[in-house]
């Protein structure tokens, strides 16, 4: 019997408005509107199997619904992030103490600095983005927690978006979802590779659950490719976080 799955995620912040953004214009954040679109999120996350733990929040951690960006969990360990906006080393605390109850902790140090939106986890391999928010020594980190459990980890570099996760991620076992513009496909050649519609850059980041893909619909072109290749997909709406520079696979940690 496959041990169950538990999904971590965590309250929206009553200061999202003041959350950090780099590629996006500020924009007005209906609260009530992304509570909403969270609770269905979560909602997803239990319709593919997960039970769902949500942690609370506080005013002084605007960016604290993006819990995936705090901690990467493997089945030996979870890794503490030492996230790259000094604003979200605050959300840290909590996320380690709840994945304590699960897994050994293993934490990055400074001066490193790594989030998690940056690092895929494919089986095996481990792809880390170095993007502006993680460091070569955030990556090193990582390879040295990782390494020894038996995971090859590399280096990939990304440009012009947020993380390594908006431009990649797993759909299946095998198969990656992959924005090209955004990050260098050779270091994915053992994969097979499934491109976003040309229309939809922001379309690249899916929410893998034992066979279910979570999946925002705002990205219609693209969902009807993952479904063309034989994919379940779920699509939920995502769009008030969005506001706040956030996609599907941040705003949830996923553990067995
Ligand atoms: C930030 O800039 O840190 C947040 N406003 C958004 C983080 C989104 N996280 C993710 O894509 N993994």
Wanted: glycine share 8%; net charge negative; hydrophobic share 45%.
């Amino acid at each position: 019997m496959p041990r169950p799955l538990l999904a971590i995620t965590r309250e929206i912040s009553p200061a999202i408005a003041q959350c950090e953004l780099t590629h996006l214009r500020r924009v007005p954040i209906d609260l009530a509107r992304a509570r909403a679109q969270h609770l269905g999120y979560e909602q997803a996350l239990a319709g593919a199997g997960c039970a769902v733990e949500r942690l609370g929040t506080a005013s002084d951690l605007p960016d604290s619904v993006f819990v995936e960006d705090i901690a990467v969990v493997v089945d030996e360990c979870a890794v503490i992030m030492r996230p790259g906006a000094a604003s979200r080393r605050r959300e840290a605390p909590l996320v380690a103490e709840a994945l304590g109850r699960h897994r050994r902790l293993v934490f990055i140090l400074p001066p490193a600095t790594i989030d998690g939106g940056d690092v895929l986890v494919v089986g095996r391999r481990v792809f880390v983005g170095r993007s502006a928010r993680t460091s070569e020594e955030g990556a090193e980190q990582l390879r040295a927690a990782l390494g020894p459990a038996g995971y090859d980890v590399r280096a990939v570099p990304v440009r012009g978006c947020l993380h390594l996760k908006s431009a990649v991620t797993a759909v299946s076992a095998d198969t990656l979802l992959i924005n090209r513009a955004w990050v260098p496909a050779d270091p994915f050649a053992d994969f097979r590779l499934l491109d976003v519609d040309p229309t939809e850059p922001y379309g690249a980041n899916a929410v893998l659950v034992d066979g279910t893909v979570i999946y925002p619909a705002a990205f219609p072109h693209t969902r009807a490719r993952l479904e063309a290749d034989g994919l379940q997909v779920r699509p939920v709406e995502m769009d008030e976080l969005a506001k706040a520079e956030g996609a599907a696979t941040c705003c949830s940690l996923i553990l067995r």
